[in-house]
Nanobody, 115 residues
C-alpha cells in the first residue's frame, strides 16, 4: 500500500508563489511517473505537470510559471508555482504511478489565488 502526504497549499495573492510537496511512503520504494493534477469547481480534473526519468511536461496554461521536480531518494514530488493567477485556484492532487502501473492519488490540497 502507498500513502501520499501533500502539503503547501493555501491562500496567495495574484502574482505570488507557492510550493506544493507530495511525499510517497509505504510498500513501494520507487515510482515511474509522478505528477500534479488540479480540479476547479465545476470543472474536470486536469493534468498540470508530470515528470518521469528526468523528463517533465506541462499544461500550456502553466508553462513558464510552474516547475515540477522530484527527489527519488525520498519519493517526493514538488510543484513550484510562480506568478499565480486567479485561474489557478483549484484543489491540487498528487499522482504517482508504480513501476507495475498502479496509480495512487493524494488527498488534495487547496490553492486559492485571490486579492
Amino acid at each position: 500500500q502507498v500513502q501520499l502526504a501533500e502539503s503547501g497549499g493555501g491562500l496567495v495573492r495574484p502574482g505570488g508563489s507557492l510550493r506544493l510537496s507530495c511525499a510517497a511512503s509505504g510498500s513501494i520504494f520507487s515510482f515511474g511517473d509522478m505528477g500534479w493534477y488540479r480540479q476547479a469547481p465545476g470543472k474536470q480534473r486536469e493534468l498540470v505537470a508530470a515528470i518521469t526519468s528526468g523528463i517533465s511536461g506541462y499544461a500550456e496554461s502553466v508553462l513558464g510559471r510552474f516547475t515540477i521536480s522530484r527527489d527519488n531518494a525520498t519519493n517526493t514530488v514538488y510543484l513550484q508555482m510562480n506568478n499565480l493567477k486567479p485561474a489557478d485556484t483549484a484543489v491540487y492532487y498528487c499522482n504517482v504511478v508504480s513501476l507495475h502501473g498502479n496509480s495512487y492519488w493524494g488527498q488534495g490540497t487547496q490553492v486559492t489565488v485571490s486579492s
